[in-house]
């Protein structure tokens, strides 16, 4: 009898160690640690922990790549990107830059879109309605604060822009500065941009000798340090007739692509030389849209 229990043992341990070595479901005879068997295609978990779905050698993690049936379903959350964690990935089905739905990832901080038709793109809309100026190099004003327009012969910021769209492929981002116009590049590439001016008619109907009289539109791009990288100027002149016609309109405008480094600043300002005395500031022609900037990534 006790020969016979021992017997029983031994048959007990050997059986436990072919199940643990190899388990079928739906199948008798598993290739792999756990291979489960369907109608369809079957899933399997190899000796290293990968999963494969309809394949025996998977490559990665988790690996689908079997013929026509390697989707993957993503679902949506409304967790942050913080909660989410770094490298999460979600489905956000709200229309974007006429796009219905498409793929976030997380960063860490934020929820970064693919754009369904090509890679993210950021998109800075703003218009300016006022006459707030800063002069930030000695010139024929002093440095610092204005609000009665561009001063002359004085490199001069436009302020206080009316911020209308700052996206990065539909989802709302702050690169963008509207008090102090100044654009943050979040990455590495080429951007479009295009910024326009025009003064209000009786700041240029001064007399004098029009045809030595410039405005120049300027684009300036600087580096995370604040060190000037690029100044791209466009340079106007205006007709003689100006001072006796009051319905001409003076301005500039200045379109340019840039390459740009991640934390590279752009900001737009304004140089101009016309016949009024110094320390008088030249008011913008604020109605009809004349003062914008759009910037594109490209």
């Known amino acids: ?27 008798t005879n598993p290739e792999n640690p756990l291979e489960i068997a369907t109608a369809g295609e079957n899933t399997i978990i190899d000796n290293t922990g990968k999963i494969g779905v309809g394949l025996t050698d998977p490559k990665v993690a988790i690996d689908l790549r079997a013929g026509a049936n390697g989707a993957m379903a993503v ?12 490298g999460a990935i979600r489905y956000n089905p709200n229309p974007a830059i006429g796009v219905q739905g498409y793929i976030e990832y997380s960063d860490g901080t934020e929820w970064v879109a693919y754009h369904p038709y090509g890679k993210p793109r950021i998109v800075v809309i703003a218009e300016k309605t006022n006459n707030n100026t ?4 000695p010139g024929g004003s002093p440095i610092g604060s204005y609000t009665n327009g561009i001063q002359n012969r004085a490199s001069t910021y436009l302020t206080s822009w ?10 709302p981002r702050d690169n963008f500065d509207p008090s102090t116009g100044e ?17 209000a008619n009786n700041a240029v109907n001064g007399g004098g000798n029009p045809g030595n009289n410039q405005v120049e539109a300027i684009w300036e791009v600087r580096n995370p ?25 003076v301005g500039s405008a200045c379109t340019v692509s840039v390459y740009m480094n991640e934390g ?30 759009t910037i594109v990534e490209q």
């Open 225 to 249: 340090s604040n060190a000037i990288l690029q100044r791209i100027k466009t340079n106007n002149g205006y007709p003689s007739d100006v001072p006796s016609n009051p319905g001409s309109i």
């Open 264 to 293: 590279d600043k752009l900001r737009p300002f304004a140089w101009m030389n016309i016949d009024f005395p110094d320390g008088v500031g030249r008011t913008l022609l604020n109605t009809g849209g004349y003062n914008v900037l």
């Open 1 to 27: 009898m006790k020969k016979t229990i021992h017997t029983y043992i031994i048959l007990m341990v050997c059986g436990s160690s072919i199940a643990f070595a190899q388990t079928g479901i739906n199948t």
């Open 75 to 86: 679902g949506m959350t409304d967790q942050t990107a913080s909660e989410a964690g770094a």
């Open 183 to 199: 654009f943050v590049a979040p990455r590495d590439g080429v951007y479009f941009a295009t910024f326009t001016f025009a003064l």
């Open 162 to 171: 009316t911020e209308r769209l700052d996206s990065d492929s539909g989802a």
């Open 134 to 137: 800063y002069v930030f190099e």
